[in-house]
C-alpha cells in the first residue's frame, strides 16, 4: 500500500512543549514535496493554534478542537462541525469552576500555571482540567444537556458535541481531499487519538505515548514526539 497522507496529532506528538523542532518540520517538508499530504488533529483552541503554529503552510488541512473546526491553510477558511457551548452554560461553568479554584488554591489542590488557562473556550470546544471534569458534567446535568459529551486527555477535560471526535473531523478533511481511509498513516500519543487512529490504514505511536495506545497500533517508533514522527517518516519514504 502507498501512503498518500499522514494524519499527526499535535502535542506530545509532533511537539513538545508547544513546540515542533526543525528536524521535524523538515521531515514534514520532505513528505509535502513528495506529493503527498499533511493533516495535523489536534485538541487545542483553533485560534490559540494558530497563533502559536507560524508554519502552517506545512498542513492541507487542520482539524482543530478535537475534531469540532477544520482550518483550510491554502485560503484560510474554517469549517465548524458543531454549535458552539451557550452563554448560560460557559458562565455557569465560570462560575464554578473559578470559584471552586479560589477556594482550593490555599490548599493547593488544584495546581494549575495561570487562572485564564483554567477554562477556555474555542468556536465550539470548552475545555478545562481535572478534577473540573466532575463539575462540568454537573452544569451539563443541571441543564439538561445531552447533547453534549465530555472528552478526557491526560488530565485535559473537552466538552464537545456528541459524535464529534478526531475521527470524525479527520472523515471530513479526508473528504475534502478527497482521499480514502485506507491511504492514511495516523499518529499519535493519547487517548483522544485513539478515535481517529483506528479509521486509518496505518496506525502508529510515538515511544512517549500511553502504553494503552501503543498496544492499539500497529507500529512504535524508537523516537519520542517529533523525533518519532521524523523516524515514520523516513520509514515510510
Given at each position: 500500500m502507498?501512503?498518500?497522507?499522514?494524519?499527526?496529532?499535535?502535542?506530545?506528538?509532533?511537539?513538545k512543549d508547544g513546540h515542533v523542532d526543525a528536524q521535524t518540520i523538515d521531515?514534514?517538508?520532505r513528505w509535502r514535496d513528495s506529493g503527498?499530504?499533511?493533516?495535523?488533529?489536534?485538541?487545542?483552541?483553533?485560534?490559540?493554534?494558530?497563533?502559536?503554529?507560524?508554519?502552517?503552510?506545512?498542513?492541507?488541512?487542520?482539524v482543530?478542537?478535537?475534531?469540532?473546526?477544520?482550518?483550510?491553510?491554502?485560503?484560510?477558511?474554517?469549517?465548524?462541525?458543531?454549535?458552539?457551548?451557550?452563554?448560560?452554560?460557559?458562565?455557569?461553568?465560570?462560575?464554578?469552576?473559578?470559584n471552586a479554584e479560589q477556594n482550593q488554591s490555599v490548599s493547593g489542590e488544584f495546581k494549575h500555571l495561570a487562572t485564564d488557562r483554567i477554562l477556555e473556550f474555542g468556536r465550539v470546544i470548552a475545555a478545562t482540567w481535572t478534577p473540573h471534569d466532575l463539575t462540568v458534567k454537573e452544569v451539563m446535568q443541571e441543564m439538561g444537556l445531552n447533547h453534549l459529551q465530555v472528552i478526557m486527555n491526560k488530565g485535559a477535560v473537552m466538552v464537545l458535541?456528541?459524535?464529534?471526535?478526531?475521527a470524525s473531523g479527520l472523515k471530513v478533511a479526508l473528504e475534502e481531499l478527497n482521499l480514502p481511509l485506507e491511504t492514511v498513516v495516523g499518529v499519535g500519543d493519547a487517548e483522544n487519538d485513539m478515535a481517529f487512529l483506528g479509521l486509518c490504514g496505518?496506525?502508529?505511536?510515538?515511544?512517549?505515548?500511553l502504553s494503552s495506545v501503543k498496544e492499539a497500533v500497529d507500529w512504535v517508533t524508537e523516537g519520542s514526539r517529533g523525533a518519532g514522527v521524523t523516524e515514520l517518516i523516513d520509514r515510510l519514504l
Open positions: 502507498q501512503y498518500l497522507a499522514l494524519a499527526t496529532d499535535y502535542d506530545g506528538t509532533l511537539a521531515a514534514l517538508k503527498r499530504k499533511v493533516i495535523l488533529i489536534t485538541g487545542r483552541q483553533l485560534d490559540d493554534f494558530l497563533n502559536i503554529f507560524s508554519e502552517m503552510e506545512l498542513f492541507d488541512r487542520v482543530a478542537e478535537n475534531g469540532a473546526a477544520i482550518y483550510r491553510p491554502a485560503d484560510r477558511s474554517v469549517l465548524l462541525l458543531g454549535e458552539p457551548p451557550s452563554e448560560e452554560f460557559k458562565q455557569r461553568l465560570r462560575d464554578r469552576i473559578f458535541p456528541i459524535g464529534v471526535d478526531k496505518y496506525s502508529v505511536a510515538v515511544a512517549n505515548a
